[in-house]
């Protein structure tokens, strides 16, 4: 009787597994539309702004907790031809002193930090900072 316990046991262990991988599956990697990340200056600003495929955002700052929200149809519409115009380019040396603010934006696989913000980065910048100010609100 003791042998058929020991083949059983592992055989009861394994089954709750196989029955878990439909949650695994919904545990994927979302596709990251564009990710900035603006951190210095004498504010100690660390903030990142992740725009989500779905169109829905995840803003952190270097206080407080992480928000999740999503986007209007409009502001996501308005993203996303800002995104058609933008050239990232190469990252810029970091200048001398130390109250300079460096913004990183990564899309469509290509990243690059700047200090001084482009023609094509403005649009993308000035829009992401606002969904930060409008959707950052630690509950």
């Not at 380019?89 to 990183?104: H, K, M, V």
Request: overall charge positive; some cysteine.
């Amino acid at each position: 009787m003791k042998i058929w316990r020991i083949v059983l046991l592992p055989v009861l262990l394994l089954a709750p597994s196989t029955s878990m991988s439909p949650a695994q599956a919904e545990v994927t990697a979302k596709r990251v539309l564009v990710d900035l990340r603006r951190q210095g200056g004498y504010a100690g600003f660390d903030d990142r702004v992740i725009v989500y495929g779905n169109g829905c955002v995840r803003l952190t700052r270097r206080t407080g907790p992480a928000v999740d929200k999503c986007l209007t149809a409009k502001e996501e519409r308005t993203l996303r031809g800002h995104l058609s115009k933008l050239r990232v380019g190469a990252s810029e040396r970091r200048p001398q002193g130390a109250d300079f603010i460096s913004y990183t934006l990564a899309h469509d696989k290509r990243r690059a930090t700047r200090y001084t913000l482009p023609a094509s980065w403005k649009p993308v910048v000035g829009q992401l900072e606002k969904i930060m100010e409008k959707y950052w609100a630690p509950d």
